[in-house]
């Protein structure tokens, strides 16, 4: 690190340089110029995730600035204020820096120990990375419905996960708004299914992982943004949740589990209220053809709130259930 020969070059003897592209070298410069894996790595994963994440925030935060997107808004009268978005910042850092850093530093040891490829290049090729990341996903979609619906049972929502639903109308600073133990139950879904991919083929690379990570961010401050544009991902993909489906989530509490898609909660009937508002919605629309858009907004704005509080009063017997079951105890 101080000009010094590097004494992690040994892991590159043999290596042809005139065969790697310009990533690849640069990724071999760094872990030689730390020349420490567990340092390299640690420092690296950290980084890109607070850039990925943040970096994915900023356009969301714009938009919410600016009148002309409230159009696209799946709550239009709820806009986060800079107070809202500030204080959530300091919760997502806080989170950061004490749950998700101490993760990452023990993720190199933890990799290589069961044959995951950090430092090595060259890279996977996009035929290898695309259908991992495409079955990391669909695990995680399973993961976290089921988890989600046992953070929205008794003591697990009132002391945890209702930390996330402090905004019935999400931003998208709010993906990662949650409690540290809510961190570490939900962000389980997003490492094990690499990690146990790893371990049964040792073929698998810390780039996919990285790949996967990136997307997965993505995909978790877009479904908390609170606006369906008409070029939105769930307009192309039909089973693609998106923003759509988990702002109904969070505004009603009580349907739409699953994080990417909308599989699970079609089996399993928890996407029923969700469906009869949408149906509730394109009646009225049919209904108030000749409406302009202010009225189309007022009408909808009036069936939200139906919903909203209906969701509201069975929040509110979760949580008052706990209280009576200690009393009883």
Not at 278 to 295: C, G
Request: charged share 15%; with cysteine; glycine share 6%.
């Amino acid at each position: 690190m101080h000009g010094e020969p590097s004494t992690f070059a040994s892991a590159y003897a043999g290596t042809d340089m005139s065969a790697l592209n310009w990533a690849e070298q640069q990724w071999m410069a760094w872990y030689m110029w730390i020349d420490n894996p567990v340092l390299a790595t640690g420092i690296m994963s950290f980084l890109m995730h607070e850039i990925v994440y943040f970096g994915r925030c900023i356009p969301w935060i714009i938009v919410d600035a600016m009148p002309y997107f409230r159009k696209w808004k799946l709550q239009p009268t709820k806009i986060p204020t800079f107070e809202d978005q500030w204080a959530c910042t300091k919760m997502v850092l806080f989170s950061h820096f004490t749950v998700e850093l101490p993760q990452i530093w023990l993720f190199h040891p933890l990799a290589e120990s069961i044959g995951m490829k950090t430092h090595d290049v060259p890279f996977p090729t996009l035929y290898e990375i695309i259908p991992q990341v495409l079955l990391f996903f669909f695990l995680e979609d399973i993961w976290h419905w089921c988890a989600h619906m046992a953070l929205h049972q008794g003591a697990l929502y009132k002391y945890i996960h209702k930390v996330h639903h402090t905004y019935p109308a999400p931003f998208g600073l709010a993906a990662e708004y949650a409690h540290p133990a809510e961190v570490l139950i939900l962000g389980a879904g997003t490492l094990l299914g690499p990690l146990g991919y790893c371990y049964y083929t040792r073929d698998f690379h810390i780039i996919t992982m990285y790949t996967w990570i990136t997307l997965r961010l993505f995909q978790a401050v877009d479904a908390h943004s609170g606006y369906d544009f008409p070029w939105s991902l769930q307009h192309i993909i039909p089973f693609w949740a998106g923003a759509e489906h988990h702002d109904f989530h969070h505004m009603t509490f009580n349907n739409n589990f699953a994080t990417s898609f909308r599989w699970c909660d079609r089996i399993m009937g928890t996407d029923k209220n969700y469906l009869r508002y949408v149906e509730r919605v394109k009646r009225m629309r049919a209904s108030n053809v000749r409406a302009t858009h202010q009225e189309l907004m007022a009408m909808e704005g009036k069936l939200m709130s139906q919903f909203e509080a209906a969701g509201a009063e069975e929040e509110a017997r979760v949580c008052a259930k706990v209280g009576a079951t200690k009393k009883i105890d």
